[in-house]
Each structure stands twice: as C-alpha cells, then as structure tokens.
T-cell receptor, first 113, second 112 residues
Framework: GAGVSQSPSNKVTEKGKDVELRCDPI?????LYWYRQRLGQGLEFLIY????????KSGLPSDRFSAERTGESVSTLTIQRTQQEDSAVYLC???????????FGPGTRLTVL | AQSVTQLGSHVSVSEGALVLLRCNYS??????LFWYVQYPNQGLQLLLK??????LVKGINGFEAEFKKSETSFHLTKPSAHMSDAAEYFC??????????FGTGTSLTVIP
C-alpha cells in the first residue's frame, strides 16, 4: 500500500508569509508525528496526534506553529509569519499503535527568504 | 528524561570493513530504542528496534545492534560495509510521553 506522503516537497516563501504543510499518513495509522530537521541536525519533535485524544503540542517552538488533524486522516502543519530560522525539512511520521514503528514521509523542504 | 547521544557525526569506512556507529541513551524508564537510516533525498527508514526482548537485535541489510544496559548503549554494527550503506543514520529512544527523541545523526561514508 501507499506510504506516508507529504506535500509540497519543496516550498520557498518570503519572510512574514504563512505556509501550510500537508501530511497523508498510512491508512489506519492512529498516531501521527511532526518533526523538524534543520540542516546538519537531528530530528526535533514538534507535535503528536493519537486518535481522537488531545494532541501533545509540547514540542511546538512558538505560537506561530500550529497543527490540525481530523480523526485519523490528513494533518496540516501551519507556520504563521515565517522567519528565516524556520527554514528546515519538516518530516511527518505515522504508526499503527504506541511505541510501534514510525513510518516517515519524504519531508517538505521549507526555505524562508 | 530521555535522550540519545551519537558519537561521531561523520564515520568513514572502507568497503568490506566493519561498520560501528555509536549510540548512548539516557532514559528514566526501560527504553524502546530504534535505529533509522536516511538515504539521500529520501525519508527515514527503520533499520531495527529494541523493545525489551532479545538484547541483540537484527535488522535489515545485515545491520544489528546490541542493547547493553550497563553501558546505556545501543551501538549499530555491520560486519562488512557495502557502497550502498552510505547514508545518514539516526538513533532514537521513545520517551514516556510517546515522544521519540532522535540523535543528531551519523553520516556514513563508504570508501571503495
């Protein structure tokens, strides 16, 4: 079956603009994670959704970042008033149950000019 | 709190030589540990995982890792490197809040 997909694959935007990044998890996967990967660095946890429970937003770096997920389907990560330090690859992962294998999408490369 | 430390951001080995990528973890609970590989321009792919069963875990592509509680380590090894092993490798530990904490990664170069 299809893996995790993300769109767009690349996004170039101007400082101050809002961007929306999309993640389509594997069908049936209840858990969905967003990470940020800055150049040359590891993965930084942003937010975690598990079914219909309240999301774990503890990793969001500022109130400019938000994410939504409807049920167990698509998720969108929104960054408002983008800054140059937001430039990174944003990765989405899904899994079928807690502590199970995370399946990653190819990422969205965001460049803020 | 949970965290992982990967020693060596870059490792180079000759083709056919032993691959050893180091990972040390910190965890206040029995850890779930993972190694992921990221090939150029691709997403992360699971190599192997430790979930409190056998301490020696075998993964894909001939990789294996050994969980050593006394050393808080989960080093990744492969007896003989292949050119196709060149990639970025990430160690991760699952935290109590269902978060996964990733190391900063080790870039493996295989020299022909």
């Amino acid at each position: 079956g299809a893996g995790v997909s993300q769109s767009p694959s690349n996004k170039v935007t101007e400082k101050g603009k809002d961007v929306e990044l999309r993640c389509d998890p594997i069908s049936g996967h209840t858990a969905l994670y967003w990470y940020r990967q800055r150049l040359g660095q590891g993965l930084e946890f942003l937010i975690y959704f598990q079914g219909n429970s309240a999301p774990d937003k503890s990793g969001l770096p500022s109130d400019r970042f938000s994410a939504e997920r409807t049920g167990e389907s698509v998720s969108t990560l929104t960054i408002q008033r983008t800054q140059q330090e937001d430039s990174a690859v944003y990765l989405c992962a899904s899994s079928s149950r807690l502590a199970d294998t995370q399946y990653f999408g190819p990422g969205t490369r965001l460049t803020v000019l | 709190a949970q965290s992982v430390t990967q020693l060596g951001s870059h490792v180079s080995v000759s083709e056919g030589a032993l691959v050893l990528l180091r990972c040390n973890y910190s965890s206040s609970v029995p850890p779930y540990l993972f190694w992921y590989v990221q090939y150029p321009n691709q997403g992360l792919q699971l190599l192997l995982k430790y979930t409190s069963a056998a301490t020696l875990v075998k993964g894909i592509n001939g990789f294996e890792a050994e969980f050593k509680k006394s050393e808080t380590s989960f080093h990744l090894t492969k007896p003989s490197a292949h050119m196709s092993d060149a990639a970025e490798y990430f160690c991760a530990v699952r935290g109590t809040g269902n978060q996964f904490y990733f190391g900063t990664g080790t870039s493996l170069t295989v020299i022909p």
